[in-house]
């Protein structure tokens, strides 16, 4: 089974960074098209698309309150997906969610999702 260790979530002013990593057990990164997921609250029903890397040629999408403040990447050495949070806002604050797709692009089904660490941006 396919899991994910997430880390890197914690309380933050505006304007501030945060760091967000995710380590796979039992898998390659390299071989899944990955994104990171926010939802946020737990009253939601669905989860927001934050950003995502293809499998198929490495493209990068943002989602449009994100461009400009947040940087998708991964190290295939460390086998770990991070998300570099800048600029941070308010209305970023939720749990966001690592998760790994089979499918080549990034408009497939996520089937593989990591427990979710909890952003909170305020003053």
């Known amino acids: 089974q396919l899991q994910f260790v997430e880390s890197g979530g914690g309380l933050v002013q505006p304007g501030g960074s945060l760091r967000l990593s995710c380590a796979p057990s039992?898998?390659?990164?390299?071989?899944?098209?990955l994104g990171w997921f926010r939802r946020a609250s737990v009253d939601e029903l669905g989860h927001d698309g934050v950003?995502?890397?293809?499998?198929?040629?490495?493209?990068?999408y943002y989602g449009p309150s994100v461009k400009g403040r947040f940087t998708i990447s991964k190290d295939i050495a460390k086998n770990t997906l991070y998300l570099q949070m800048d600029n941070l806002k308010p209305k970023d604050t939720g749990v966001y969610y690592c998760?790994?797709?089979?499918?080549?692009?990034?408009?497939?089904?996520?089937?593989?999702w990591g427990q979710g660490t909890q952003v909170t941006v305020s003053s």
């Open positions: 039992g898998f390659t990164l390299d071989h899944y098209t």
């Open positions: 950003s995502c890397i293809s499998s198929s040629d490495g493209t990068i």
């Open positions: 998760a790994a797709s089979a499918d080549r692009d990034c408009d497939g089904d996520f089937g593989f």
